[in-house]
């Protein structure tokens, strides 16, 4: 008999569970998916065995796409922007154990960008490995999951989690992010070299919360939901996202910053002001703020 894995709402979570929550966001076989991932979202934890725990999500996984689908879990180390060496096989992954987790399997790859590293398994790995210096270009991996319309997956964790708007923003060409070069080393198996990315960067003056935008999905039928336990499995296609995030900054280029709570939004509309009118000045600001609270940058 399966062992559950959670406990929530006084009832068990089992695998099963899961690969229905699966299904209900639409997710099929030969699927693409990009999965961000809190796997604390559910539950109380039913088993003190991590390795079964964190085995069996991404069985329940793979089962869920099948052997001509593909998994893509991000595993960003932001090593250039901290000023530190990109090791392909030992850099750590900062966005969850599950991600480090997966990241080890002997059949996953790793991209070499050294800050927004993915790893991939599936049918499209090798094409998906193959990615560029621009982090949120054509030739990332965000690009090629919207040539491949692939499905954003968000396995516990917030909308707040998705990177794939960076895309979105640069595609379009918002004003409050400006294109950085970033330095450094990586280490691929035997060999060291120094290497560099582009890094479509924020202005640290400006705040950004993406409730309006979730919210948005969640209206027009884009964002599929499906509650697990105490938190939820969300679901949206590349395509369609990107399609409708590009309507939305037509209408208005500083969608993405209108947020609550207040204080963001009177910081935003005050750091708007400047980048319309003085961006001399917003400029000189963001780069002194840097600077002083941002060394490492």
Same mark, same amino acid.
């Given at each position: 008999?399966?062992?559950?894995? $959670? ?18 966001? =639409? ?26 725990? +964190? ?5 329940? +996984?793979?089962?869920? *796409?099948? /052997? ?38 002997? !059949?996953? =790859?790793? &991209? ?5 590293? *993915? ?12 990615? =560029? ?22 396995? =516990? ?5 998705? &990177?794939?708007?960076? $895309? ?19 280490? !691929? /198996?035997?060999?060291? $070299?120094? !290497?560099?990315?582009?890094? $479509? ?6 705040? &950004? +919360? ?58 935003? &509309?005050?750091?708007?002001?400047? +980048? ?22």
């Amino acid at each position: 008999m399966m062992k559950p894995l $959670y406990k929530a709402n006084e009832r068990c979570i089992y695998q099963a569970d899961i690969a229905k929550a699966l299904r209900r966001c =639409g997710i099929k076989k030969g699927d693409i998916l990009f999965v961000h991932s809190d796997i604390s979202a559910f539950g109380k934890l039913s088993t003190l065995d991590a390795a079964f725990l +964190l085995k069996t999500l991404i069985g329940t +996984l793979k089962e869920s *796409v099948g /052997s001509a689908g593909t998994i893509i879990m991000p595993t960003f180390t932001y090593s250039f922007t901290e000023n530190k060496p990109y090791d392909m096989a030992n850099s750590k992954s900062k966005v969850g154990i599950l991600t480090e987790y997966f990241r080890k399997l002997p !059949d996953v =790859g790793r &991209t070499t960008h050294a800050d927004h590293s *993915v790893a991939v398994w599936g049918k499209y790995k090798s094409e998906l490995l193959r990615i =560029g210096k621009d982090t949120f270009g054509n030739d990332s991996i965000f690009g090629k999951l919207h040539k491949l319309n692939g499905k954003i997956i968000f396995f =516990g964790a917030p909308f707040q989690s998705c &990177t794939f708007v960076h $895309y979105i923003e640069q595609m379009h060409g918002v004003p409050y992010r400006y294109m950085k070069k970033i330095r450094g080393k990586i280490v !691929d /198996s035997d060999k060291e $070299y120094e !290497d560099e990315i582009t890094f $479509y960067v924020k202005y640290v003056v400006f705040f &950004t +919360l993406l409730s309006n935008l979730e919210k948005h999905l969640i209206g027009k039928k884009l964002l599929k939901e499906a509650k697990l336990g105490h938190g939820r499995i969300s679901m949206v296609e590349a395509g369609a996202f990107f399609k409708e995030g590009q309507k939305l900054l037509d209408k208005d280029i500083f969608f993405f910053l209108k947020n609550e709570p207040k204080i963001f939004r009177i910081f935003n &509309t005050f750091s708007c002001f400047f +980048l319309k009118r003085e961006p001399k000045i917003l400029k000189k600001l963001n780069k002194f703020i840097e600077r002083k609270f941002f060394l490492n940058q």
